[in-house]
């Protein structure tokens, strides 16, 4: 269990109305650009993680609709979120390359739903860096995908007092 896990395992004491606000609350201070946003962090396993941003202000485009780097952000927090479940604790979850194609106009709000399998999981518990392309589907309230996309994440070692490049 990693440090994101740990964290996210003390707050299953809560009474079940209060989980839901707290992990939003500890995962937007986290990452302060998703709380600008107002991402709603649904689900997260090691597994698999949901992510929802509802079609407000904030996000909109001059079409009212979600923006489109709302969209991305949407999506790249789904993925890094769950490699971020998984990543070692002496590794550090970075986002390598990502690839957004825009097919439809989206309507209302929009989930991303973002998993690894078995074997990038294992990946990344035992190798001390590498890279994995993380399965992302973004749906729209008519259960339309109006963007596909790919995004690729790396782990390295975390840099400490002993591997630091001397000036």
Known sequence: MNRLQRTLAKLDGLPSPLRGPARNFALRRAVPFTGTASLDFVAL????????????????NHIKGVHAAAMSLLAETATGMVVGMNV????????????????????????????LTAAQRFAMANEVKGEVTVAVTVTDEAGVEPIQCEF?????????STNKPQA
């Open 152 to 160: 690729v994440w790396a782990w390295v070692p975390k840099e400490t």
């Open 88 to 115: 070692r604790d002496d590794c550090l979850p970075l986002c390598k390359s990502l690839q957004v194609n825009f097919r439809k106009r989206a309507t209302g709000g929009l989930v991303a739903k973002a998993h």
């Open 45 to 60: 396993t090691p597994e698999r993680s949901e992510i929802r941003v509802a079609n407000k202000r904030p996000v909109q």
